[in-house]
């Protein structure tokens, strides 16, 4: 049995510990309430955005637009959105894995042929492919400093020129998407070409008379970046109140296990305290009954 030192050493150290993850609880459920408001505003405004992309597009030629453009994905450009912070449980892990697992399962062959990049927005998935030898493309690990929609544009708007350029054929977008504080999910999302939302079958295409000036095409080159800079700061949004989430509830989760952990410890003290006890009593008893026979 340990020490009565050691097992106090140990005491003071747990508690320490659980003072900490009770304190970035607190601070990760704060940060999620103003996170979960942004993300919430947001999504109506890019839903609609989308739907009248949807039924402005229906009547436009292919090719409108250089965002449109569907070729053969030789070159392809995986943008990762992590945290630049740990302590968030698998939150990072499960964003990391499930891009590693798109690149093993839909573009093994230009990752073979060295034709797979990476735009890792948060600094957790940036060391990770830096530290693998990929191609990592920018630093964009100040973003959560200062998140906003024209920082975030940026960096769509540098993809959105490689694209347009020729120099990537597929833009894909992989991550966690914001459902509740203990549930994220894990989202992948083609960025570029633009796939305009599907009309549902039930419904008329063109259900909305839309009056538009000065023309569908001039229109259509406004709206089509605008979706594209909403979907990848709708992504970040995400990903930023998921991360918070992950963080409060694996805190709460560590909180709790060394609470677990205190009980036995305390266990543990009293126990070898009340051997020490009991071991005392006992030479005393013997000292003075070898005493009292001499």
């Known amino acids: 049995m340990a020490n009565l030192k050691e097992v106090r050493n140990r005491i003071a150290s747990v508690t320490s510990t659980q003072q900490i993850t009770k304190a970035m609880k607190m601070v990760s459920a704060a940060k999620l309430k103003r996170a979960t408001n942004a993300i919430v505003q947001l999504r109506p405004y890019a839903e609609k955005l989308r739907e009248i992309l949807a039924n402005v597009s229906a009547s436009v030629e292919d090719g409108t637009s250089p965002y449109t453009v569907d070729r053969k994905p030789t070159k392809v450009l995986i943008v990762v959105i992590a945290s630049n912070r740990g302590l968030a449980g698998a939150f990072n892990a499960n964003a990391i894995k499930t891009a590693n697992q798109l690149i093993t399962d ?6 073979q042929a060295g034709n797979v990049s990476i735009v890792a927005i948060g600094k957790r998935a940036q060391d ?17 400093s200062a998140l906003n929609f024209e920082n975030t544009s940026k960096i769509t708007e540098a993809i959105m020129k490689g694209f347009s350029d020729g120099t990537y054929d597929r833009v894909e ?11 994220q999910i894990l989202t992948t999302e083609q ?8 009309v549902e079958s039930n419904r008329p295409k063109n259900d909305v008379d839309y009056i538009i000036e000065p023309s569908k095409e001039k229109i259509i ?11 990848l700061y709708k992504a970040v949004l995400d990903s ?5 989430g992950a963080r409060m509830t694996a805190m709460d989760k560590a909180t709790d296990n060394a609470g677990e952990l205190l009980k036995s410890l305390k266990l543990s003290y009293n126990q070898a305290r009340q051997a020490a006890i009991t ?11 070898a005493l009292s026979n001499g």
């Open 279 to 289: 071991t005392e009593l006992t030479e005393i008893v013997s000292g003075a009954a």
């Open 221 to 231: 080159n406004e709206l089509i970046p605008k979706a594209i800079k909403v979907q």
């Open 240 to 244: 930023h109140a998921s991360e918070h």
């Open 128 to 144: 990770y492919y830096q530290r693998r030898r990929y191609q990592v493309i920018g630093d964009n690990n100040e973003l959560f």
């Open 173 to 183: 977008l992989v991550y966690n998407r914001f459902r509740n504080a203990a549930v």
């Open 191 to 198: 960025l570029l070409p633009l796939v305009p939302a599907t």
């Open 106 to 111: 839909k573009y093994s062959e230009q990752m």
